[in-house]
């Protein structure tokens, strides 16, 4: 493939990327919308689900949001019976707090997912399993080289 050629197909895979990025962030808004979450407590929702439990310092660090403006998440999504917050017994600092998501309510996030999950499914059985590693691959660099440019990097 000439280099022009490889040019447009790397614009076209970094349009579609933002593409991806805008209709996910739609299909997000929309589940959240009808579980009755704002975006940004469905985002942090989303995140201790990934990555919980959590203490909140390291949920504000991933979500890249301030400690005061995460308490309000926390507390709506508490409310609403979407997470805990359990103290930690082992820590030196006993007001530590862990996050952690409620299974019995993130069923309701998953069914309404679904289409989006058996949708991908299809589109996967469409490859072979050399290509799914090849895809695989793309996107784990992808998601690495969007961690590293949305991390603060100390100023010289």
Known sequence: MGSGAKRRLTAQIKDSLRELSSQLTLL????????????????????????????????????????????GILDRLQRGGWITRERDPDAPDRRAVTLRARRDRNAEVYRLY???N????????TYTEAELHLVADFLTRTHTAAQTATTPHPEP
């Open 114 to 116: 679904a289409p989006m």
């Open 118 to 125: 058996t949708s991908l499914d299809e589109i996967c059985d």
């Open 28 to 71: 997000n808004q929309q589940v959240g919308a009808q579980v009755d979450l704002r975006p940004a407590d469905f985002e942090c929702l989303e995140l201790i689900n990934q990555y919980g439990p959590l203490s909140p310092t390291a949920l504000a660090r991933r979500a890249g949001l301030h400690p005061a403006t995460l308490t």
